[in-house]
């Protein structure tokens, strides 16, 4: 399993730190990527009670254009989570031994729980504010063996 973040790693910048949130460089392209291999469920603040409708809109809201029929029915195909209060609540449910975790910046009180459950290998650092084309770099990432699983 792939879990997604948005604000950051979805979401971030077209050029370094510039401007409000807009759906990053290479999303569609990533996302169709990984569902296309993997399972994937959102671990987003935006979606931390099961229900993605908000996400959608929110995703749709930081997009130059609105979101195509085609692009949508992507971002459906991932699935809502529930946590709380901490994203790394998912992981310490989860009945899958082998997930990554694609997120930005993990809160401080996240980070400790993944060293503190070995975890810290599953955390794969996204972030499309600083570095535009980052998702990019994930993809290939993940395409490679070490993430296979």
Not at 35 to 45: G, H, I, Q
Not at 109 to 123: C, F, H, S, T, Y
Request: proline share 5%.
């Amino acid at each position: 399993t792939r879990y997604l973040d948005v604000d950051g790693a979805l979401l971030g910048h077209p050029e370094p730190r510039s401007g409000p949130y807009q759906l990053a460089n290479h999303a569609i392209e990533f996302l169709d990527f990984v569902l296309s291999r993997f399972e994937v469920e959102w671990a987003t603040t935006h979606c931390r009670h099961g229900d993605a409708r908000h996400l959608l809109s929110y995703l749709d809201e930081h997009t130059t254009d609105d979101l195509s029929e085609a692009d949508f029915a992507l971002a459906q195909r991932v699935r809502p989570t529930c946590f709380q209060p901490r994203k790394t609540d998912i992981f310490l449910a989860s009945f899958s031994p082998a997930w990554i975790w694609i997120d930005d910046a993990p809160l401080q009180a996240e980070r400790k729980i993944l060293a503190r459950n070995g975890w810290e290998d599953r955390w794969l650092r996204v972030d499309t504010c600083r570095t535009p084309d980052d998702l990019l770099r994930a993809q290939h990432e993940l395409s490679m063996a070490t993430y296979r699983t």
